[in-house]
């Protein structure tokens, strides 16, 4: 199984860390070439404007929104859902609009708002540890979505299809489990 995780900004490293720990092989992605033979992609945190405007003059937004149609799977955290999300507000801005909900940036604050939090999750019966960095609020889901984790009655983790996006950090912590789900989506069953 091979992992590509867009390497623009944001902590890339972590995320291949975390699969690398999973014994998955992980490629940076930066240019088109990149995108050959792979399994599964991570969009990471960060900016996403400035991702946004990386996909756009590298020639892989477009790329990136087949590789999704064709029924690749893909794991976004907060800048990466973002992404993902079919409409973004606060403000409103582009995105590969693959999942059916609705974000809003920054919506739990700046830097300064950002902590660490527990919360229930039906990937596993304890608390599930969640980073939130200037994290987005998942506003609405569309009917074809699966809520997995809520923190403060709002979803923070959403599934639909072989989409997976999350609002917090799950790279910067020691739990393996949404990384396992992820590529449980690819079709490879991996121990938590």
Not at 150 to 178: C, I, M, N, W
Request: glycine share 10%.
């Amino acid at each position: 199984m091979k992992i590509g995780v867009l390497a623009v900004q944001g902590d890339f490293e972590a995320h291949r860390s975390m699969l690398d720990s999973l014994a998955i092989d992980a490629t940076e992605i930066r240019a088109l070439r990149d995108l050959d033979a792979l399994d599964g992609i991570v969009l990471p945190g960060g900016e996403s404007t400035t991702q946004l405007k990386f996909l756009q003059e590298e020639g892989l937004f477009h790329p990136l929104r087949r590789f999704a149609q064709e029924g690749g799977a893909m794991f976004g955290t907060c800048a990466g859902a973002i992404l993902l999300a079919g409409e973004v507000l606060n403000p409103a801005q582009e995105s590969l609009a693959l999942m059916d909900m609705t974000v809003l940036r920054n919506g739990y604050g700046r830097q300064l708002s950002s902590e660490v939090r527990f919360g229930h999750c039906s990937l596993k019966p304890a608390p599930l540890e969640m980073v939130f960095i200037r994290a987005p609020i998942i506003q609405r889901v569309g009917p074809k979505v699966e809520v997995l984790a809520e923190d403060a009655g709002r979803p923070v983790l959403v599934r639909q299809g072989k989409l997976l996006a999350a609002t917090f950090h799950p790279e910067l912590t020691d739990d393996s489990t949404v990384y396992s789900y992820f590529l449980g989506l690819i079709g490879e069953r991996v121990r938590a």
